[in-house]
């Protein structure tokens, strides 16, 4: 009888291997490291106020000639112009520069008023990193520099505008007509996957 073994591959490989690929996955889709590698550009318009109709003149204020009685020539008096009140278009009522948390990150964040009486918060010349399940949120949490400013905006009040449209550019982004914002002081374009802020700015009477 031979004493020659054949040698057989160790079971245990094939489940390592899988385990691998499946942590490798996990990673890919938690961290998306391509993302830093692709900048999405915004451009939003800053909206138009609603327009305003002048006015309407009285009727015994038009243009028709008078009646000419005898020994008068006619005359014809100018109607008096409409007064209108004039509607300021847009109001900054809080500004603020970013700094930079996690990630590099510039611009500025504006609350702005609408003539309707809708807000919006405006990024102008927003540039910061991009990466995975970014939002922008309004937070009554204080803008801190530095590693200790990087986590606490989700530790109080805080509202959130939406998904980061892009990671560069002029943005708009619409606050609920119902929301106070009084306590809201600051914005955080805040990673909700990691819980960190990439950057923040914080809002300042204009």
């Known amino acids: 009888m031979s004493d020659q073994r054949k040698w057989q591959r160790p079971k245990f490989l094939i489940p390592v291997g899988i385990v691998g690929s499946i942590v490798l996955a996990v990673g890919l889709w ?3 490291p391509w993302t830093a590698f692709i900048d999405v550009t915004v451009d939003d318009a800053l909206p138009q106020a609603t327009s305003t109709s002048a006015t309407e003149t009285p009727s015994s ?15 014809t008096e100018p109607a008096p112009a409409p007064t209108v009140e004039p509607t300021p278009e847009r109001i900054i009522e809080a500004e603020g520069e970013f700094i930079s948390h996690e990630h590099g990150t510039t611009g ?7 003539a309707d009486g809708s807000r919006i918060l405006r990024l102008v010349g927003l540039d910061t990193s991009n990466g995975p399940d970014l939002k922008v949120w309004l937070a009554a949490a204080p803008v801190i520099e530095g590693t200790d400013g990087w986590f606490v905006f989700d530790d109080d009040e805080y509202l959130s505008l939406g998904p980061l449209k892009g990671n560069k550019g002029n943005q708009n982004y ?7 914002i009084t ?4 914005v955080t ?3 909700e996957r990691f819980g960190v802020s990439f950057g923040a700015a914080e809002l300042l009477p204009a």
């Open 108 to 114: 500025k964040a504006r609350i702005i008023t609408l």
């Open 189 to 191: 374009i805040w990673c």
């Open 183 to 186: 306590d809201l002081s600051s």
């Open 174 to 180: 619409e606050i609920p007509a119902d929301a106070d």
């Open 30 to 32: 938690a961290f998306q």
């Open 61 to 75: 204020a038009t243009n028709e000639p008078l009646t000419p009685t005898p020994n008068s020539a006619a005359t």
